[in-house]
Structures are given as structure tokens and as C-alpha cells.
């Protein structure tokens, strides 16, 4: 199973700053996502980091607000941008194993509170 | 477009005794199928999924679960609850057709497991 890294673990921000989490994969994997798990909430996936194009975000994200990269296979970034209170989530980049039937693999996840 | 539903935020269970923790989902074709469970301040972790062939599928820490395609079910079980399943139980879908919503994987409101010693 793939062992998901990310930084940084926690961090307080303050209002109208931008934050970058970084998730690092320790195998190469076709499929990475990212998902918003809200206090005491689901998750909602943000959206699925494409190699090497633009990500294809879900209904109600934007990439001027959460600009995604991913450069190569094991690799991706996702930025916070203009953050306001109601940023104040986990952040959890995940993978899936085999594309065909494969569950999820989930990093640590990155706690941010927006001040 | 998928959908799961955990229709019960809480779930109680005395140590010893079988535990349930419901789930009813929706795809517009076939379904794959996962549990997982989330500890205070971690991350998820899978604990089993139902892909195709027998129903009743094995997981880790003893955990089942029930594919029941009539009833649109994924009821996750376990014969003998612990203290330490104490945690947040998550089902989730994803539709086997690529072509519909791709490969994303959509979670239920997720179900808090509190079993007393």
C-alpha cells in the first residue's frame, strides 16, 4: 500500500494569506485527489490532480481558490488561497492503489485554522 | 451521480456485543463499495471494500460488511464489539463505470461507533 506524506501537519493562518500543502507518495500512482474534511464533517473532494494537465475540479471549487499541482507521478501541491474563517478544515490528500477497483490511501492530513 | 447514506450519527454498543453500522448508497451502475474508519487526529484508514463475487465481505480488526444490491445496503458488522473500534466509521461509493463521474469517491456523512466497556 502507498505511504502518503504531507506538509504541513497543522498550521494558523491568518485571513487573506494563502497556504500550501505539499503530498508527497512514496510509489508512483496515476490517481491522487483531494479532499476537505470541515469540523465535525464529511469529506467533499475538491478535486482529482492530473499529471502533467489541470485538475479537474468538483462542483462548488474553483482553481483560482484552490490552485492544484501536480508535476509528476508522485508529487502534489494544493494551495489555500485568500483564506477566511470558514477555511478552517483538514485537508487530506489521497490515492487510490489500482485505478480499476482500488480503495483510497490517505495521507495524515493538514489541520488549518484560518483566524 | 453517486450518493451514500449513513442514516445514524451515533451508534452505542456495550463491549462484547455485535455492532451494525448502516449504509444505503445509490449509483447509476454497478458499485464499488468501502469502509473506513477514521481515530481521533488521524487520517482514514480502509478496512474493507466489496468489489464483486461473495457478498459478505472481511476486513481488518474483524470487521464485515453485507452487499445487499435489492436493499442498496453495505451494512458494516462485527460479532464482538471492543472499546479501541471506538471511532468514526465512513462507507463510501464509487461507480464502476469509469465514464460516470470517472474514478472519484464520494463519502457518507460517516457514523460515530462509541462502544462502552
Known amino acids: 500500500s502507498a505511504v502518503i506524506s504531507q506538509k504541513p501537519s497543522r498550521d494558523i493562518c491568518q485571513r487573506g494569506t494563502s497556504l500550501t500543502i505539499q503530498c508527497q507518495v512514496d510509489?508512483?500512482?496515476?490517481?491522487m485527489f483531494w479532499y476537505r474534511q470541515q469540523p465535525g464533517q464529511s469529506l467533499t473532494l475538491i478535486a482529482t490532480?492530473?499529471?502533467?494537465?489541470?485538475?479537474?475540479?468538483e462542483s462548488g471549487f474553483v482553481i483560482d481558490k484552490f490552485p492544484i499541482s501536480r508535476p509528476n507521478l508522485t508529487f502534489s501541491t494544493l494551495t489555500v488561497s485568500n483564506m477566511s474563517p470558514e477555511d478552517s478544515s483538514i485537508y487530506l490528500c489521497?490515492?487510490?492503489?489500482?485505478?480499476?477497483?482500488?480503495?483510497?490511501?490517505f495521507g495524515e492530513g493538514s489541520r488549518l485554522t484560518v483566524l | 451521480a453517486q450518493s451514500v447514506a449513513q442514516p445514524e450519527d451515533q451508534v452505542n454498543v456495550a463491549e462484547g456485543n455485535p455492532l451494525t453500522v448502516k449504509c444505503t448508497y445509490s449509483v447509476s451502475g454497478n458499485p464499488y463499495l468501502f469502509w473506513y474508519v477514521q481515530y481521533p487526529n488521524r487520517g482514514l484508514q480502509f478496512l474493507l471494500k466489496?468489489?464483486?463475487?461473495?457478498?459478505l465481505v472481511k476486513g481488518s480488526y474483524g470487521f464485515e460488511a453485507e452487499f445487499n444490491k435489492s436493499q442498496t445496503s453495505f451494512h458494516l458488522k462485527k460479532p464482538s464489539a471492543l472499546v479501541s473500534d471506538s471511532a468514526l466509521y465512513f462507507c463510501?461509493?464509487?461507480?464502476?463505470?469509469?465514464?460516470?463521474?470517472?474514478?472519484?469517491?464520494?463519502f457518507g456523512a460517516g457514523t460515530r461507533l462509541f462502544v462502552k466497556a
Open positions: 463510501a461509493v464509487r461507480d464502476a463505470h469509469v465514464g460516470t463521474g470517472g474514478f472519484k469517491t464520494i
Open positions: 490532480a492530473n499529471q502533467g494537465s489541470e485538475a479537474t475540479y
Open positions: 489521497s490515492v487510490v492503489d489500482s485505478p480499476n477497483t482500488g480503495e483510497l490511501f
Open positions: 466489496y468489489i464483486t463475487g461473495d457478498n
Open positions: 510509489s508512483q500512482v496515476t490517481m
